[in-house]
């Protein structure tokens, strides 16, 4: 299991910093080619839109995955382990019901918008849509083994509660040394 979550966070990776690198590629490309040349790449705005698109989705899945997702957590830090545990189910539940409703509205976007084709690249918009699906299926799937690891495994729940402090509460010790040290200001 752990060989092939590496393999996916390695692939998922290689492919954003590949739409990264294609997009910037067409930018660039097409402004010095604009500037220069007084011509351009006449798909390469709209393509560089869609991988933008596509990148967007593929980050937030990469930093669900990571737990880089911004979040609350004045009171579950305050809460006792069990506590935790269940106000970590319930969030996730609603989490994975949201993803339900982004599945099921892209799975009919990209059927209806199969057949529209893009202006410039002539690509299907369904491909455009279709990011919502694998987004939603790959988000459902890092909550799921995130549940069943907090629920079912041998792992703490702090590990999959991103606690950091904020500025202002790591400022506070900082200067409580200071001016213990008699270096106040």
Known sequence: MGKLSKALNSSLDAVMAISLAFMAVLVFGNVVLRYLFNSGITWSE????????????LGAIGALKDNEHLGVDML??????????????????????????????????????????????????GYVYGIGIVMSICMALVILT????????????????????????LLVPAEGQQIAQGGGR
């Open 46 to 57: 709209e393509m560089s839109r869609f991988l933008f698109i596509w990148l967007i989705f």
């Open 76 to 125: 579950v830090k305050k809460l006792s382990p069990i506590m935790k545990k269940v106000v970590f189910a319930v969030t996730n539940g609603l989490v994975l019901y949201v993803l339900w409703l982004v599945l099921d509205g892209s799975w009919k976007m990209t059927l209806i918008n199969m057949d529209s084709k893009a202006p410039a690249t002539g690509l299907p918009l």
């Open 146 to 169: 995130k549940l069943y690891r907090v629920l079912f495994g041998r792992e703490s729940i702090d590990d999959f509660i991103r606690m950091k402090e904020s500025e202002e509460e």
